[in-house]
């Protein structure tokens, strides 16, 4: 009781951990070999059953995939006209021959009879049904006018019927088609896969014969197998949990909260709460230096944001990789102080700062980095906040656009860059400065991203 009082107290050590996790570890090697062991046996007594038996579908499936290939290529011809499909029906039907390797395949499995019977009908029912599929073809040629003698000898020889002779190409177009796809044509598809089904069947419960002879002895096997890998789940699962508790979930929300700049609870292994401890001394006394820092010289005086000192500071602190640069420009502020007056000029630096301040005051630093030139850095944004990016800047450009105590309109222009991982913020700024060039190239009072 005394050690796991202890534990909950002060954690477990990675090195203990460790420790548990070799003999663990060791355990888990021992029970896979006799694991191992144990269905070396099954798998050597029925592996070969196994194998015939795939072979053999595999091979009685031949002929039901080359019928409905031809089926399909004899299709696309007469619905398509292209050459192509009726090449491809002749290349399978004079040399794959998937219906004849298949045929043969099953004719040399012994005690197979009944199998190769039911082929041999699927396969006749498919020689038969190529007849219907010839006219088809020679109806197809006729209908689209094409020349015949370009033809192999089946469709050359195929003799029309007078009614379908007489018939306009459409019609002819029409015929073709219909004989591929009336009632006898999928009845005797139907036919074909009845007799392909009959032929599995036979091979599935002779080789369910065979297998059920070795059943028996595998069943005790089986058993000893379940109860081994029961143990080893439950040995891994106590592993992941406590792998996970200790150390990777405690860990990620020490990530967490060194991004939020807060204190980290201490939690977890012993050597997490050590480093927590450490950091939360050390966070405490930058955040009061920071806080002192930040106030007397990182603020610029008239606006009351981050000046460029401040901006800085920010950039070497704040993570970057997750964050969105938005420099901003006043449109032809320039004119408007020398029209107004600096003191107007003051006070319209002063209404743009506020704007800014209240259209991002969620997880966003505000900065003047001299003149008119502001710069937003917003934490934690995404390329699928844009929208909201937009619609913030133009709140915001209608805000300065009214004219209230002597103040002239104003707008501002933006260009905004995201960042990513391995994006230096010397590039970030870049693309930013870029896209600003584009906002005040495509008429100013609004925003272009990266």
């Known amino acids: 009781m005394r050690v796991i009082d202890k534990i909950k107290k002060n954690g477990i050590t990675v090195k203990r951990f460790n420790y548990i996790l070799c003999i663990v570890a060791v355990f888990i090697s021992i029970a896979m070999f006799i694991a191992m062991n144990l269905t070396s046996r099954m798998y050597n007594e029925t592996h070969s059953i196994t194998d015939h038996m795939v072979k053999w579908i ?90 015949v003698s370009d033809y192999p000898e089946e469709i050359r020889s195929v003799t029309l019927s007078d009614r379908d002779l007489h018939l306009s190409k459409r019609g002819q177009l029409d015929q073709a088609e219909s004989l591929l796809f009336d009632t006898n044509y999928r009845k005797q598809k139907e036919t074909i896969s009845a007799h392909m089904q009959e032929c599995i ?22 058993l000893w197998e379940h109860i081994l890998t029961f143990f080893l789940i439950v040995i891994l699962l106590l592993a992941v949990i406590i792998v996970s508790s200790q150390v990777l979930h405690p860990l990620r929300r020490m990530v967490e909260y060194v991004r939020n700049d807060e204190a980290i609870p201490l939690k977890g292994a012993y050597e997490l709460r050590f480093v927590a401890k450490t950091y939360n001394l050390t966070h405490q006394a930058n955040r009061e230096r920071n806080e002192k820092l930040v106030y007397e010289a990182s603020h610029d005086k008239l606006t009351g944001l981050y000046n460029r000192r401040g901006y800085e500071f920010l950039l070497d602190n704040l993570d970057m990789e997750t964050s969105a640069i938005m420099m901003v420009d ?42 008119d ?33 002597d103040i002239p309109p104003i707008s501002i222009s933006v260009g905004a860059a995201f960042g990513a991982p391995d994006k230096e913020v010397d590039e970030l ?10 906002a005040k190239e495509n008429g100013r009072c609004g925003i272009e991203f990266a």
């Open 330 to 371: 006043l449109d032809h502020f320039k004119q408007i102080n020398d029209t107004y007056g600096h003191d107007v000029g003051d006070r319209i630096l002063t209404k743009v700062s506020n704007a800014l301040s209240k259209g991002f005051k969620k997880t966003s630093y505000i900065c003047r980095l001299g003149g």
């Open 373 to 405: 030139e502001f710069v937003v850095i917003m934490l934690h944004a995404r390329q699928s906040q844009k929208e909201d990016i937009k619609k913030a800047i133009t709140r915001i450009n209608e805000k300065l656009k009214k004219t209230k105590n």
């Open 58 to 147: 595999d091979s009685s499936y031949g002929m039901q995939i080359a019928s409905d290939y031809l089926t399909e290529q004899m299709r696309c011809f007469v619905i398509s006209g292209d050459k192509k499909y009726l090449d491809n029906y002749f290349e399978e039907a004079k040399v794959t021959k998937r219906r004849e390797k298949a045929l043969e395949a099953i004719g040399k499995v012994e005690n197979e009879e009944a199998a190769y019977q039911n082929l041999s009908k699927a396969m006749e029912e498919s020689v038969s049904l190529m007849e219907t599929e010839y006219y088809s073809a020679r109806l197809a040629v006729e209908g689209y006018g094409y020349d």
């Open 201 to 222: 069947k036979e091979l599935v419960d002779d080789m369910a014969e065979d297998r059920a002879r070795v059943a028996g002895r595998l069943k005790k096997q089986m």
């Open 429 to 438: 700024f870049k693309e930013a400065d870029v896209a600003l060039y584009k």
